[in-house]
C-alpha cells in the first residue's frame, strides 16, 4: 500500500501499512532504494503521489490499521531533487484514501478512493479534486468520475494534457478508464476497458503510451496493459510481469509535464 512519484531523474516511493519513510533511487542507474526521509504523519497506507518535475505531492491515505483506520485529507509536499521530511500542503476537498493520482506537471487531480475503513464498501467517493503544484493551499473541486470508486491507488496515469483513472471497485472489480483534460475542470469521459478488471495496478507514462501492469484479481496480476493516451479505445496487451503483483507503487521519467519519449 505505498505510493511512488517521480521526476526526471529521481523515482521517490512513500508510505504504506505501518510506515512513513520515504525512499529514492536515480531511476538512470540500478540499486537499492535510499532513505529521503519521512511523511508528516506516522504509519499512512493508501495515499496518492502526483509531481512535476521538482515536487511531488502526497494525497490522502489512512492512520493505523486496515481494520480501525482514520482516514486523512492532509496533503504533504517534497522538493524531489532534495532530502529531508514532507511538509504540509493543505488538505483534500474530502478526506479519502486510494484515490488515483495524475498530473500535468502544473496541476496535481485525484480522483475516486474511499472515506471509511478498507474492508467497507460504504464511502466509495466519485469526486476529483486538484491543487497547483507550485503553491501550497486546500485542494478545489474539479467533477466527479463516470462511476464511484475506490482502490485506484497507482493506478491512473497521465501526459502533459490528459489523466486516466483505470479499474477500481465499487465493490465489484471494474476495467473501465476514464480520462479527464488536466487544465480544465468538469466530469471524466469514458475512455475504454482495461484487458482485465481489476484494482491497485502499478502506472507509468510517457507523452504518448499510458502502461497498467499487474493489480488485484483479487489474487495478484501479472497482465500489462497499455493505451495511446491521446486517443479513446481499449487498452491493448503489453505482456506479462514475471509475477503477479498488486498494490505496489510505479513511476516513470517521462509522465506528466515531464516530457520523454
Known amino acids: 500500500n505505498v505510493t511512488a512519484l517521480s521526476s526526471a531523474t529521481r523515482g521517490v516511493w512513500a508510505g504504506g501499512t505501518y510506515v512513513d519513510t520515504i ?28 509531481s512535476s518535475s521538482t515536487r511531488g505531492l502526497f494525497g490522502g491515505g489512512y492512520h493505523g490499521s486496515p481494520l480501525s483506520a482514520a482516514t486523512v ?9 532534495t532530502l529531508g521530511n514532507a511538509l504540509d500542503f493543505g488538505d483534500m476537498f474530502t478526506g479519502r484514501y486510494s484515490s488515483g493520482a495524475v498530473s500535468n506537471g502544473v496541476r496535481a487531480v485525484w480522483g475516486g478512493g474511499m472515506g471509511n475503513a478498507p474492508t467497507s ?16 493551499g486546500d485542494s478545489i473541486k474539479f ?11 497507482e493506478s491512473a496515469c497521465s501526459n502533459n494534457v490528459r489523466g486516466i483513472f483505470a479499474g477500481g471497485q465499487q465493490p465489484v472489480l471494474l ?29 507509468g507514462s510517457t507523452s504518448t503510451r499510458g502502461v497498467w501492469a499487474g493489480g488485484l484479481n483479487p489474487n495478484a496480476s501479472n497482465v500489462i ?5 491521446s486517443s479513446t479505445g481499449n487498452a491493448q496487451d503489453f505482456g506479462d510481469l514475471y509475477m503477479g503483483t498488486g498494490a505496489a507503487g510505479g513511476c516513470s521519467d517521462s509522465h506528466g509535464g515531464l516530457g520523454g519519449f
Open 23 to 50: 525512499d529514492y533511487v536515480t531511476i538512470a542507474s540500478g540499486g537499492t532504494g535510499a532513505d529521503f526521509g519521512n511523511l508528516s504523519t506516522a504509519a499512512r497506507g493508501y495515499a496518492s503521489g502526483a
Open 73 to 81: 485529507n492532509i496533503i504533504d509536499y517534497i522538493e524531489i531533487g
Open 121 to 136: 464498501n460504504t464511502g466509495t467517493r466519485s469526486v476529483i479534486d486538484y491543487v497547483t503544484i507550485a503553491s501550497k
Open 143 to 153: 467533477g466527479d468520475l463516470t462511476a464511484a470508486r475506490r482502490m485506484l491507488a
Open 175 to 203: 476495467s473501465i478508464m476514464d480520462y479527464i483534460t488536466i487544465a480544465t475542470e468538469g466530469n471524466a469521459v469514458y475512455f475504454g476497458d482495461l484487458t482485465e478488471a481489476r484494482t491497485r495496478s502499478v502506472s
Open 225 to 229: 496493459d497499455y493505451v495511446n493516451i
